[in-house]
């Protein structure tokens, strides 16, 4: 029930965009985090928090609806932290995560700006993380540590410089869940293509 009024929000915006701009990308999204925490929900075992400043990349599909000033944007895509872990106390390595957002982006993120220039956009959805991937290990496995998917309710902001299809940006990532007292916070850069306006800019170019 709670999510069908966001639903039909998010709906009218991106009918206001289609038909107001005309304009419609597709592409991908990439991510460097420069850091990242994952806070498990507690089991009064072992430590819930696991994180991560080392190699925690990201990449997925994404789709722009709008203009030369604001875009809405539906985007997911699959974060990778390898060398995640917990310093309360060793129990494995790796995380994995799950954005899956949709954003109001302007200025210079809408990705279809020909001038560049700078913008800023503000997004939210769910996450689905995971910690110790790799070698959970047994003397914790005993004692009824278990690491399965966990779902957080994020909200992300952004700021950055776009030119012909293409962003970078710095962002700000924080999931929550009050119900399984879990949350989650990333903070990296992202890169955005937008295929269209790229193939378009570079054949204007030649």
């Not at 020909?114 to 047994?138: M, P």
């Not at 970078?168 to 999931?175: I, K």
Request: net charge negative; hydrophobic share 40%; proline share 4%.
């Amino acid at each position: 029930m709670k999510i069908a009024p966001l639903v039909i929000i998010l709906s009218s915006f991106l009918f206001v965009s289609i038909t107001g701009y005309g304009q419609i990308g597709y592409g991908l999204t990439a991510k460097t985090e420069l850091y990242s925490r994952y806070s498990n929900p507690p089991d009064e075992i072992a430590s819930s928090s696991a994180g991560s400043a080392l190699l925690n990349i990201g990449i997925g599909p994404k789709l722009w609806f709008g203009g030369d000033s604001f875009a809405f944007s539906p985007e997911a895509a699959v974060v990778f932290s390898p060398f995640a872990l917990s310093t309360g106390d060793y129990k494995g390595l790796g995380a994995v995560s799950f954005p899956i957002m949709a954003k109001f982006q302007f200025g210079g993120m809408s990705n279809f700006n020909r001038d560049g220039k700078f913008g800023f956009a503000i997004g939210a959805g769910i996450q689905y993380s995971r910690t110790e991937l790799f070698g959970l290990k047994s003397s914790f496995e005993e004692m009824g540590v278990d690491r399965t998917y966990f779902k957080t309710y994020i909200i992300e902001a952004d700021f950055g410089f776009g030119l012909s299809g293409f962003n970078l940006h710095g962002l700000v990532r924080y999931g929550f869940n009050k119900d399984i007292d879990a949350n989650t916070i990333s903070v990296g850069v992202g890169y955005d293509f937008n295929i269209p306006c790229l193939k378009e800019a570079l054949n204007s170019d030649f």
